[in-house]
């Protein structure tokens, strides 16, 4: 039976120490099976994008560069051949993917692998509860401190998905923190110490945290007020009977300065008095053409 140093939520360290599991941690450690476990897990990190160009992709060398004959030298066809400076390339990289596939028991075989080397290695700490209210990434740098795990890249595994332990530790450069069925044997063999939550381990999740009682607010003593005095008492009535006579005398100037305003309104929606025509009307066509009667002389018959 293989053990590990078992730490209370705080950090501190129990005389016992924690049994690890006899059906997962049997101390044996395949090494072949490691080793393809992690080479898939690089080849599928790769993006496969990398790229070259053959002859048929380069630009220029449409013609040949000198006669076939004559001219002493080699004869040669085009200057995008691979030998000359500028040319294709023959068997470089083209895009391509690289992803592999592993069976899933060599991969299931290979992350139990990863842990019990470290558990031989005494690089496996068990926690009791990882007990985390609220992201805080001093706290969980306080509690690896404790575990004297500063400075060394710590793969921290919870029971369960955890928010507020991720939150935490994401912002540590050397920590990673994910759940305990999510870790592969690449990431157990990335770190240098695994820090395990107690549940992930014995099967039993842990409940929520209870929420802590609000604190009541007390005002102190010395901010207390007491009740405003009546302005008779404060001897304000003076001034507050001039300030509302003021205001009176200003609310009358408003009135009649509206008023005036009105009064000039109203005058220019008026219309304009039509002007009397001086000139009489103009005759008409026919008057025109009658002739005026002439007037008879006196002393005429």
Known sequence: MIEAPHYTPAGAKRE????LPADYFDGTVNEP?????????????????????????????NQKPWKQKGTGRARQGSTRAPHWRGGGVVFGPHPRDYRTEI?????????KSALNARAREGALHVVERLAFRAPKTAQLAGLLGSLELDGRKVLVLTAGANENVYLSGRNLPTV???PYFEASAYDVLWSDAVVVEEGALTGVMPEPLPEEPEAEVKEPTSRKRSAP??????????????????VKAKSAKATKAAKKSDAKAAKKAKPARSKKKSAKAAPSRSERAKPAPKKKKKGSK
């Open 16 to 19: 016992a120490s924690f049994a």
């Open 33 to 61: 099976v490691l080793h393809q476990a992690v080479k898939v897990f690089l080849n599928n990190q790769r993006q496969g994008t990398a790229a070259t160009k053959t002859r048929s992709f380069v630009s220029g060398g």
């Open 103 to 111: 069976p899933r028991k060599v991969k299931q075989l290979a992350r």
């Open 176 to 178: 990673e923190v994910m």
């Open 229 to 246: 005095k009546p302005a008779s008492a404060r001897g304000e009535g003076k001034g507050a009977a001039k300030s509302a006579a003021k």
